[in-house]
């Protein structure tokens, strides 16, 4: 029996064994066509754990005959990257140093930039990999020198043929008959998530904790149901993936497709966040539905106090109202759209004195100073409204707010437009 992982005894060796990131290492693909090139360039991984980026650099470090150094962000030091560094130009790297830095988010600034000037002048390739958005963690001045390929979780039918793979040389190694209940395969597969270490631990464990009998080792269903519960959700709520989740639920919404918003809440549910889908719709009801219905924000805000009063599991069923009536609710951006360009305008200095008339006029001495003297009180006149200017002089023309095109902001308009004929 050997201690090394299973995924570890199983990772291949060639770039036609990784399963998976097609749209990378495919006949053609251009990461593909970088590595059989031989001139590896400074890249950065992105993707989710377990689909195959260390495998990956191992391949390039196997193909370029280039010593590969394989460093930790979340347990590396600045005296490691010196080690590294002190390797440069010995018998042993004469074929080049690959630095295969994992989680690099995890180094600060200072660890960084520490490998700048040896990744610029090529006594170094760094071969970077990160589970969250590089574009987020990782600083201009190593982003900038390094090329970025986003890795994709794994197709179930692709994690499929791994998991096959496991089971065969775990009865190899074992010698020993080993059963597999019909579906097994399919469904770690499935619930894993594209995560092919994952898929190749449950496999283990499986087997570990498989019934024996006369007749050898059986896996069933329910074992592997057992060992991968909760095991296809990916969410941190610190990261990418979150904020990911968050923005395809405010898109469904306002795209008016209910089902797959209903989809992207049951996802942030699942993971036991409350919180964060109360607070975003909150926010589409405002943005996104706005004066189509007004009264929108009201009725979520109505669902949001009962979710978090109620709680979990109990809460997904006032969100879920919210999120079918958002959905389904006519859309207007008319309100965030006229709030933002005059934040615009703000911010930009366009601005000016306010006109006296709507000045301040408490006061003793404001009268003497023209402020609210010829203000008109619009409650005083037929439809409570007069026509007086409101904005500064600067910008007395302009124009925030159109209409959207509803039933409710159109009979605002007509309204309007009558009185103020």
Request: contains cysteine.
């Amino acid at each position: 029996m050997t201690n090394t992982p299973l995924a570890d005894r199983l990772r291949p060796a060639t770039l036609d064994d990784i399963v998976g990131q097609k749209h990378l290492l495919g006949k053609g693909q251009v990461l593909r066509k970088i590595i059989e090139g031989g001139s590896i360039p400074n890249m950065i991984f992105f993707g989710p754990s377990g689909i195959g980026k260390t495998t990956v650099a191992q391949v390039i470090a196997s193909r370029t005959n280039m010593k590969m150094f394989k460093l930790n962000g979340t347990s590396a030091s600045t005296a490691d990257i010196k080690d590294v560094i002190a390797q440069i130009d010995t018998l042993e790297t004469q074929q080049g140093i690959l630095l295969y830095l994992d989680e690099i988010q995890y180094f600060n600034k200072k660890q960084q930039q520490s490998l700048l000037e040896f990744i610029e002048n090529g006594s170094i390739t760094l071969i970077a990999s990160t589970t969250e958005n590089p574009y987020f963690y990782i600083y201009n001045a190593i982003l900038s020198r390094c090329t970025v390929f986003e890795f994709m979780p794994v197709d179930s039918k692709e994690v499929q043929k791994s998991i096959e793979r496991a089971f065969d040389l775990l009865r190899e190694e074992r010698k020993l008959s080993l059963t597999v209940e019909e579906g097994v395969t399919e469904y770690i597969a499935y619930v894993c998530g594209g995560d092919v270490r994952k898929a190749l631990n449950a496999v283990e464990l499986c087997v570990l904790s498989a019934k024996a009998s006369k007749s050898g080792l059986t896996v069933t269903m329910e074992q592997a149901a057992q060992v991968t519960q909760k095991s296809a959700l990916r969410l941190d709520r610190d990261g990418d993936e979150h904020y990911d989740i968050l923005s395809a639920l405010q898109k469904s919404i306002r795209g008016s497709d209910e089902n797959a918003a209903l989809h992207y809440l049951a996802r942030l549910l699942h993971g036991g966040d409350l919180l964060s889908p109360c607070r975003r719709l909150l926010v589409i009801a405002a943005e996104d539905i706005g004066l189509a219905y007004p009264q929108a924000i009201s009725i979520v805000k109505a669902c949001v106090d009962s979710a978090l009063q109620i709680g979990l599991p109990e809460a997904q069923i006032p969100l879920g109202q919210a999120v079918i009536l958002l959905a389904t609710a006519p859309k207007s951006n008319s309100a965030i759209c006229a709030i933002g360009a005059a934040m615009s305008d703000v911010a930009n200095g366009i601005s000016g004195d306010i006109p006296k008339h709507l000045k301040d006029s408490h006061y003793k001495g404001a009268k003497k100073l023209g402020r609210g003297v010829t203000y008109q009180y619009p409650h005083d006149f037929p439809y409570h409204y007069v026509k007086q200017q409101y904005l500064p002089d600067k910008i007395k023309d302009k124009k925030y707010y159109t209409p959207g095109e509803n039933k409710n902001e159109q009979a605002a308009v007509t309204y309007w437009e009558k009185i103020k004929k």
